[in-house]
């Protein structure tokens, strides 16, 4: 590439400079402030990479640096279910990452909407640190004061934010994947006890959807790429257009139990359900009993400036189950499936459970960290912050007509749907101290913590339009 692949080229074209003499020119140009450009024989083109390389602020770790040495010790130890980039990061705060060189990183991605109150917050390390004195688990053996404190602040907001109208119970986990499982199996038991001869058991979720990796969950997400390497999936799930109104009632039938949607689709490309399609959806499952679910892991917890997505919908498109985790631990393992009564006097004694799931660490922190995010006034902000992305992407779609063909999301869920692979613009604005990431076909997915500044966002913004331009000239 020639966003920079100088010194491996230089390497392998010119016998005559050695590794350390290329490394000791690199250091020495790195760390020159006012110096001038020694000469050199190196043909034109390779000197120019070199000194692009140069000019980065954050150029990616090369294979002879500490970086390179630790992940290589690392890797034959470590299951390779993961591509990452070069940067090994070890620090956060607020909005600003920093890796093992002391390279920093403005966080458009937050941990894929996690750390929406940022990296490091001094309140959650306070009382990380208190409760971890006091007590971290003791299994739900026992009672402790922070699961029924947590559960009881989730549906109290959630009622009062005008949301999920018939919120009643929660159901405490450690995961996304785990709160999907929770309610798929919630949904099954709930169809066995409308219909006792077991035919009200089919799941039905929607193409380009991610819902999770574990077994039920991953059978709810119809994309091969991770269905195929684990086939067979669990038998009973059946798969829809997503806001495809037309195929509702062929596809939600007697034999339905559960509709489980993302009201907007994260991994699958920022897609908005319409909506008239979730209300169909509910009127739908209303009219052959089935429970409807809606995953809110990516999109919940006031990323798009309400507290919960779908709480811009009237009550005749609210769900029976939601899901949510991610941003609820901020960092911190937690998940949580909210339902309705109806659905919780279905669900007995031993039928499901967790021995983590609920620890007094993570509900302390979880119940925290969900009073901050519920602050309307941090609500209101994430709608304001939303327009200045916006107003950004405007810009660049006229800067970049051919590569910038439209934006998609709401509030702080964003993304921007491009004619080509972003690979090249993700790594040239990482070189550049910006961490973007991608999702779906071509799009490029902004998800940062709910806390950054308009200077932090127009700094950002900023560094993508050098990284498109960058990645436009690399194709020419």
Known sequence: MALRLASRRVGTAFNGFTRASIVESRLYRRNATAMAVPTSSLPDEIRSEIFTEASLPNPDPHSDSPTVAIVNQHASYMVATYVRPPPMLVRGEGCYLWDIENRRYLDFTA???VNSLGHADPEMVKLMAQQARTLIHASNLYHNPWTGEL???IVNKTLGSGSM???SKVFICNSGSEANEAAIKFARKVGKVRNPSGSQHEIVSFQNSFHGRTMGSLSATPNPKYQKPFAPMIPGFRYGIYNDIAGINDLITETTCGVLIEPIQGEGGINVATPEFLQALRARCNEVGAVLVYDEIQCGLSRTGQLWAHGILPPSAHPDILTTAKALGNGFPIGATIVSEEVAKCIMTGDHGTTFGGNPLACRLAHHIFTRLSDPNLQKA???????FRKGFETLQQRF???????RGRGLILGLQLTIDPTLIVTAARERGLLIITCGTNTLRFVPPLIISEGEIQEGLAILGEAIQAASDARR
Do not use: C
């Open 111 to 113: 941990g894929i909407a």
């Open 151 to 153: 559960s009881k602040l």
């Open 165 to 167: 109208q018939h919120a």
């Open 382 to 388: 994430v709608l304001e912050k939303e327009q200045i």
């Open 401 to 407: 007509p051919d590569l910038v063909r439209e934006v």
